[in-house]
T-cell receptor
Framework: GAVVSQHPSWVICKSGTSVKIECRSLDFQATTMFWYRQFPKQSLMLMATSNEGSKATYEQGVEKDKFLINHASLTLSTLTVTSAHPEDSSFYIC???????????FGPGTRLTVL | AQKVTQAQTEISVVEKEDVTLDCVYETRDTTYYLFWYKQPPSGELVFLIRRNSFDEQNEISGRYSWNFQKSTSSFNFTITASQVVDSAVYFCALSDTTDSWGKLQFGAGTQVVVTP
């Protein structure tokens, strides 16, 4: 149980385009989803926390207009990187948790490369 | 302020050696959770352990063991008789009630390299 998937697993796009990454909880209802970014040889940095049906809470320094997060259902959250630039190239990881459980289940990550 | 410190950036060992990864945390809460994750080259995080602040018993799972000491705010991880497949980055993480419950704060990670 507690499986989280991400799609796509990798994506290459041109500078200026938008990219959408999906995060799904396959066998449980995720009341909260988290989005992380990880640059090479660095730790995971939390970008935002989203609760189903409400606006995401962004961490300091993360542009909410650039990284659009939608958590429209209890099993799906999406992260859209708008007008992507090479500096947005990174490994994006989502995680999901359910109400009352202090535990996050991580997706396999999405590697974004912006040319 | 950094809340989880993993001072060791990289540890290299020869197969069958033991390796201990240090983790020091900082929190003002009395209730909190500590985690260890493994991140192999594929990138996917593998959950290893969760420990709550009220359970100071050390834990052993196969070749893995954890030493939780509240007195020194440490939650160290030992791999016994290391194997090449243990080569990965290992992250220690803390969840307390700061900001919102369930938020994980990761340490910088320790790269473990096991050579045959």
């Amino acid at each position: 149980g507690a499986v989280v998937s991400q799609h796509p697993s990798w994506v290459i796009c041109k500078s200026g385009t938008s990219v959408k990454i999906e995060c799904r909880s396959l066998d449980f209802q995720a009341t909260t989803m988290f989005w992380y970014r990880q640059f090479p040889k660095q730790s995971l940095m939390l970008m935002a926390t989203s609760n189903e049906g409400s606006k995401a809470t962004y961490e300091q320094g993360v542009e909410k207009d650039k990284f659009l997060i939608n958590h429209a259902s209890l099993t799906l959250s999406t992260l859209t990187v708008t007008s992507a630039h090479p500096e947005d190239s990174s490994f994006y990881i989502c995680s999901a948790s359910t109400s009352g459980r202090n535990e996050q289940f991580f997706g396999p990550g999405t590697r974004l490369t912006v040319l | 302020a950094q809340k989880v410190t993993q001072a060791q950036t990289e540890i290299s060992v020869v197969e069958k050696e033991d390796v201990t990864l240090d983790c020091v945390y900082e929190t003002r809460d009395t209730t909190y959770y500590l985690f260890w994750y493994k991140q192999p080259p594929s990138g996917e995080l593998v959950f290893l352990i969760r420990r709550n602040s009220f359970d100071e018993q050390n834990e052993i799972s196969g070749r893995y063991s954890w030493n939780f000491q509240k007195s020194t705010s440490s939650f160290n991880f030992t791999i016994t008789a290391s194997q090449v497949v243990d080569s990965a980055v290992y992250f220690c993480a803390l969840s307390d009630t700061t900001d919102s419950w369930g938020k994980l704060q990761f340490g910088a990670g320790t790269q473990v390299v096991v050579t045959p």
